[in-house]
């Protein structure tokens, strides 16, 4: 009989994995997340990415702002789950700025 070894995984590979094959607009061009900034294997539950293009922030932040914090660093960027009271707050605020258009 063949037992599975479950690995617990950081947040920073879940965040990892939940965003690595989203596509992004940078240059007019849509293009897997991969294209524009790679992996720096750090422990802990921030992501550490290093970006090939400074025009992939805003598109990154555009795309998976709703979910995580983006914040740019000097040599790498680090992306995080936003907690649970700025995800609702966010919400409410898009809902307001629907009403609103």
Request: no cysteine; aromatic share 6%; proline share 2%.
């Amino acid at each position: 009989m063949e037992t599975k070894v479950l690995e617990n995984k950081s947040n920073a590979e879940k965040i990892w994995n939940e965003i690595k094959n989203k596509k992004i607009n940078v240059f007019g061009t849509v293009e897997k997340i991969t294209k524009f900034l790679s992996k720096i294997d750090l422990p802990g539950d921030e992501l550490y990415v290093k970006l090939t293009a400074s025009a992939a922030l805003p598109a990154l932040e555009a795309t998976l702002g709703k979910k995580y914090v983006i914040e740019g660093a000097e040599r790498y960027t680090v992306i995080k789950y936003k907690d649970e009271k700025s995800m609702k707050l966010n919400d409410i605020l898009n809902k307001l700025d629907k009403k609103n258009v």
